[in-house]
């Protein structure tokens, strides 16, 4: 394989992550000002900012990849819905502080798995990016498993909308562990990861967080799919709407 | 002397001596008073002001603006956080702050009632508005009750940023496309005299003033801090190539200040009053975040007792 196709994989590759963080960033700015109370929305926006710290991270790779002077807001500005590649997951709505609590569980459980991995990678820009998430990642763990815990074990009510979220939710966290043939590809060579290797340790992990909390992890007849070819569900279209019109409207000026 | 007199004459020395005051020690009803209206306000402010702001936290226009953005908001949350905890050193606690802040009773800066249309407000109001709120603030890091004074000195750094931010965004803005340039003209022109008005009535009209210098809680008078920020705001506005809303500036060789046109107190009592585009709208959301937050707040303090009588079993 010549140089210049992997690197077109590559950009490929990382293009997703970026927009897993930045739509999942996008989400978590939701809450400012809507906290439950002041310490948590504060301890919110910090989770939103390591997101899109994240996602701009990503696209400046992905920037310098594309090797033709784009730039990071090119990639999250001037794309459209069907070329956004992030999981389906990263997009549903904001929800309530339960729903958030559990979207966030399953995706810190999920990065504290994956990211050690893409630490390892043979590139080493992904590498330096996936050590430096993978601090933020163990606080935001931490936090999100001692809300499940809280939630969970709290009132009736807490306990009764946890379980609804983890319900609502469950049927999203497959393609987490999928690969297409792209990221076969660069599993293989050791760039991108195998994700189909951290589901056991991901369920063991989730599992044992949720009975702790009293919670009930749903069976696997409901799957949900298709943020990796684009094929989204309604909300990314009125994330991506608001999130761009500014940028748009003011076609290549500097902010 | 009786001992209440004596208390208050170590109390006026201690004042006098610019000698801070410590939430332990002795002091007048009225000065305890006083500052819980005036630090809580200040908190209320803090946490009221990241709605117009926060506004565009979804719209921001590049990445980069996000991230600022989202990160001043936060610092925002945080200065209120600092504020409410100093005011609590005076024997209130949160849930009074916060219950006054959305029965009306207390107050938050009148400011925050203007809608932010624009994405160039929010250059505008990290620029003027935290502009204004720093030059009233560092004054009041010599305030004398110690708890705030702190909190000031802490806040200050943070707020010295957003002005930058601020106004580094108008530079963009400015200097950018003639659309973007008339964005930043049109917020400026919407801001600057709200802003002005942040630092309260004149002198000779303010309720609060002459009581609150004396005992040094303010350190100089509304009158002197709005006249500080409309002589260091001329050559910024000059900078941005921007027109300066007052027609009537002057440079005023005899007092070495500029001299502007009158405000128009009437729109500032007619928004204080509750006809501002948002105070119903900037009070409705602070209840309804709080109200939908309760559950919440209930279940960690039920998860707690929980965990306590578990606790306590196992060491029974
Ligand atoms: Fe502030
Ligand atoms: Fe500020």
Same mark, same amino acid.
């Given at each position: ?53 994240? @996602? ?5 790779? @992905? ?12 990639? @999250? ?147 949900? $799919? ?30 | ?18 000698? $801070? ?11 305890? $008073? ?31 603006? $996000? ?139 303010? @309720? ?109």
């Amino acid at each position: 394989m010549s140089v210049v196709l992997n690197n077109t994989a590559i950009l490929e590759y990382t293009l997703r992550l970026a927009d897993d963080s930045l739509i999942l960033g996008h989400r978590l700015t939701e809450w400012t000002s809507h906290g439950p109370f002041l310490e948590e929305d504060i301890a919110m926006s910090n989770v939103a900012l390591d997101y899109i710290g994240r @996602a701009r991270m990503y696209y400046g790779y @992905a920037a310098e990849l594309s090797g033709d002077g784009k730039t990071e807001d090119d990639f @999250a500005f001037l794309r459209d819905e069907r070329e956004f590649r992030n999981l389906l997951i990263n997009e549903l709505p904001r929800g309530d502080f339960a729903y958030s609590t559990v979207r966030q569980l399953f995706i810190d459980v999920f990065n504290s798995l994956y990211l050690p991995k893409l630490m390892q990678s043979n590139d080493e820009t992904l590498a330096a990016i996936a050590a430096k998430g993978i601090k933020e990642t163990r606080y935001h763990l931490r936090r999100s498993r001692d809300w499940t815990l809280r939630l969970g074990d709290g009132t009736a009510e807490s306990h009764k909308r946890m379980q609804k979220a983890i319900d609502s939710l469950w049927g999203y966290t497959h393609e987490l562990f999928e690969l297409d043939e792209l990221e076969q590809q660069l599993a293989d060579q050791r760039v991108g990861v195998d994700n189909t290797a951290l589901r056991a340790e991901w369920l063991a992990t989730v599992e044992s967080i949720l009975s702790e909390a009293t919670l009930t992890r749903p069976n696997d007849d409901w799957v949900v $799919k298709g943020g990796r070819t684009g094929y989204h569900t309604e909300n990314l279209g009125h994330l991506l709407t608001e999130m761009q019109f500014l940028h748009r409207s003011n076609p290549s000026c500097e902010w | 002397m009786s001992s209440e007199e004596k208390l208050m004459e170590n109390f006026m020395r201690k004042i006098e001596a610019e000698e $801070k005051i410590e939430p332990k020690d002795w002091m007048p009803k009225a000065y305890r $008073k006083n500052l819980i209206r005036q630090i809580s306000q200040h908190g209320h402010s803090e946490i009221i002001g990241m709605q117009p702001e926060g506004n565009w936290l979804t719209r921001a226009p590049s990445l980069r603006r $996000k991230a600022v953005l989202l990160s001043k908001v936060q610092d925002e949350a945080g200065h209120g956080l600092y504020l409410y905890s100093a005011t609590e050193t005076l024997g209130i606690s949160r849930a009074e702050l916060i219950a006054a802040l959305q029965d009306g009773s207390a107050k938050y800066a009148s400011i925050f009632n203007y809608p932010t249309q624009t994405w160039a407000d929010v250059g505008a109001i990290g620029w003027l508005v935290d502009g204004a709120a720093i030059v009233n603030q560092i004054s009041l890091q010599r305030t004398s009750y110690g708890p705030y004074a702190r909190a000031m000195v802490r806040i200050c750094k943070e707020e010295s940023f957003h002005v930058r931010q601020g106004y580094e965004m108008m530079i963009a803005l400015a200097q950018g496309s003639p659309a973007q340039k008339a964005l930043a003209q049109d917020a400026l022109n919407r801001f600057y005299w709200p802003a002005l008005m942040m630092f309260g009535p004149h002198d000779s009209e303010s @309720a609060h003033s002459a009581r609150s210098m004396q005992w040094k809680i303010k350190r100089e008078t509304n009158d002197d801090l709005r006249q500080k920020f409309v002589d260091q705001t001329v050559a910024q506005i000059e900078f941005l190539g921007l027109q300066h809303p007052d027609a009537d500036i002057k440079w005023n060789e005899e007092t070495g200040h500029y001299d502007g046109g009158e405000l128009d107190w009437d729109e500032f009592y007619s928004v204080i009053n509750g006809n501002g585009h948002c105070n119903r709208q900037r009070i409705e959301h602070h209840v309804a975040a709080h109200e939908e937050g309760a559950w919440v707040r209930e279940a960690m303090q039920a998860y707690r007792e929980k965990q306590r009588n578990k606790a306590h079993k196992q060491a029974a």
